[in-house]
C-alpha cells in the first residue's frame, strides 16, 4: 500500500511539473516572459479551457510587453550609434508576440487587441540602416584595405536592413573592390625540355587550386596570363622558383651473407639410407635507390613598394627502390623468402619525367597549405 501511495504521489508531482513547464507557469517565474507567452499559447491552442494557461498567458503578456516598451525607451535615450538595431529588436519581439495570439482564438478571447507596433518597426530599421550606412562611408574615408573590409560588411548590414536604402549596392560594390587583394601567381620557370611536360603538369596543379579558390572572397588570385589580358595592376605578385633539383640519383648497394644449413640430405648408402650433412652457400643482396629531390622556393611581394612580405621554402624527395639477388652454392642453404628474391631481376627506374613529378607530390601539399593559412584571413 506504501508503495501504492508513493507511485500516486510520484504521478501527481510530474503532472503538476509537466503542467507548469507546458502553461509556461516555470518561464513566467523565471522571468522569461517571451518563452512563458509562447508556452501559454501553445497550451491554449491546443487546449482551449485550461485555466492555468489563460491566467499565466494575462500576466505574461502584460510584463513582457511592458518590458519590451522600457527596454525600446533606454535604448532610444542611449548613445550607442547602433541603438536603433535594439528598438528594431524589441519590437520585432512585441509584434511576434501580437502574431502569436492572434492565431489562437482562446488567447484572443483573454487578450482581444494585442500591441502591434508597425510603422515604429519600419522607422527603427530605417534609422538601424541609416546608422550602418554612415558607418561604412566613416570606413571608407580611412581610404585603407582593412577599413574597406569593415566598410563592406556595414553596407552588407544595411543591405540586410533596408535593401533599398539610397546607393547602398553601389557602396557594397566601391567597399568590396577598395578591400580586394589581387594577386597574380607567376608561373614556374624550368629550363630543361626533360622536364618541360612534368613543369607544366606542376603548373596546371597550381593554376587549378588558384582559379577554385574561394576561402575568403577579398583574395583573388590570377595567372600572369590573365592577369595581362584583363589588364590587371596586382597588389601582390606570388612568386614561385625550384632554387634546385635532383633527378634520378642513383645508388645501389651490395649485401653479402654466407649461409649454412645443418642436417640436409646430400645423398644416400647403398642400403638407401639417407645421408645428411651441411649445404652452403654465398647470398649477394643489391639494393637500389633512385632519388629525386627538390626545394621550391615561394615568395610573395608587394607590388607597389617591391617590399617582401612573405617567404617560404618547400622541400619534396621521392625515392623509387628496387631490390635483387643471386647466389653462389647450394640453394637449399637459402629459405623461401631468400630463394624468392634471388629469381627477381633488376628494373629499370621510371622515366625522369615520372621521378619529377613524385617528388613535386609533398611540395605541392606544403604549398596549397601555405598559400591557404597565410591568404584565408588575410
Known amino acids: 500500500m506504501k508503495n501504492s501511495s508513493r507511485l500516486r504521489y510520484f504521478i501527481y508531482l510530474s503532472l503538476i511539473i509537466i503542467g507548469g513547464c507546458t502553461t509556461g507557469k516555470n518561464a513566467l517565474q523565471k522571468g522569461d516572459y517571451d518563452l512563458s507567452v509562447e508556452k501559454s499559447v501553445s497550451r491554449l491552442q491546443n487546449s482551449p479551457k485550461n485555466s492555468e494557461a489563460m491566467q499565466v498567458l494575462k500576466m ?11 527596454k ?3 535604448a532610444k535615450m542611449s548613445n550607442d550609434l547602433f541603438r536603433w538595431e535594439s528598438v528594431m529588436y524589441d519590437y520585432q519581439k512585441i509584434n511576434q508576440l501580437a502574431d502569436d495570439i492572434n492565431s489562437c482564438p482562446a488567447c484572443l478571447v483573454i487578450i482581444p487587441n494585442p500591441s502591434k507596433y508597425i510603422s515604429e518597426l519600419a522607422d527603427s530599421k530605417y534609422n538601424a540602416a541609416a546608422a550602418r550606412y554612415n558607418s561604412g562611408l566613416g570606413y571608407m574615408r580611412e581610404n585603407n584595405r582593412k577599413a574597406a573590409k569593415k566598410a563592406y560588411y556595414e553596407f552588407e548590414k544595411v543591405i540586410n536592413l533596408q535593401p533599398d536604402y539610397k546607393d547602398v549596392k553601389t557602396k557594397l560594390d566601391d567597399a568590396y573592390w577598395a578591400a580586394v587583394t589581387r594577386v597574380v601567381v607567376q608561373p614556374i620557370l624550368i629550363n630543361s625540355n626533360t622536364y618541360k611536360l612534368s613543369g607544366d603538369y606542376f603548373q596546371q596543379q597550381i593554376d587549378q587550386y588558384i582559379a577554385k579558390y574561394s576561402r575568403n572572397k577579398f583574395v583573388i588570385f590570377y595567372g600572369e596570363a590573365q592577369a595581362t589580358d584583363q589588364k590587371i595592376v596586382p597588389d601582390q605578385v606570388l ?10 640519383q642513383t645508388y645501389v648497394k651490395e649485401r653479402v651473407e654466407k649461409l649454412e644449413r645443418d642436417s ?9 639410407k639417407p645421408i645428411y650433412g651441411t649445404v652452403k652457400a654465398t647470398l649477394s643482396i643489391f639494393e637500389k635507390n633512385v632519388s629525386s629531390s627538390g626545394l621550391l622556393d615561394m615568395s610573395i611581394t608587394d607590388w607597389k613598394t617591391r617590399k617582401l612580405v612573405h617567404q617560404q621554402k618547400f622541400p619534396g624527395t621521392y625515392v623509387w627502390r628496387d631490390s635483387w639477388a643471386s647466389y653462389k652454392g647450394d640453394d637449399r642453404a637459402l629459405t623461401k623468402q631468400q630463394l624468392a628474391i634471388t629469381k627477381r631481376r633488376e628494373q629499370l627506374p621510371p622515366p625522369p619525367s615520372a621521378l619529377f613529378l613524385e617528388f613535386t607530390k609533398p611540395i605541392y601539399n606544403q604549398l596549397i597549405d601555405d598559400i591557404s593559412y597565410y591568404y584565408n584571413n588575410y
Open 239 to 248: 612568386s614561385l622558383n625550384f632554387d634546385d633539383f635532383i633527378v634520378g
Open 72 to 74: 525600446i525607451d533606454e
Open 264 to 272: 640436409v640430405v646430400i645423398g644416400e648408402t647403398r642400403n638407401k
Open 60 to 70: 505574461a503578456y502584460d510584463l513582457a510587453l511592458k518590458d519590451h516598451l522600457r
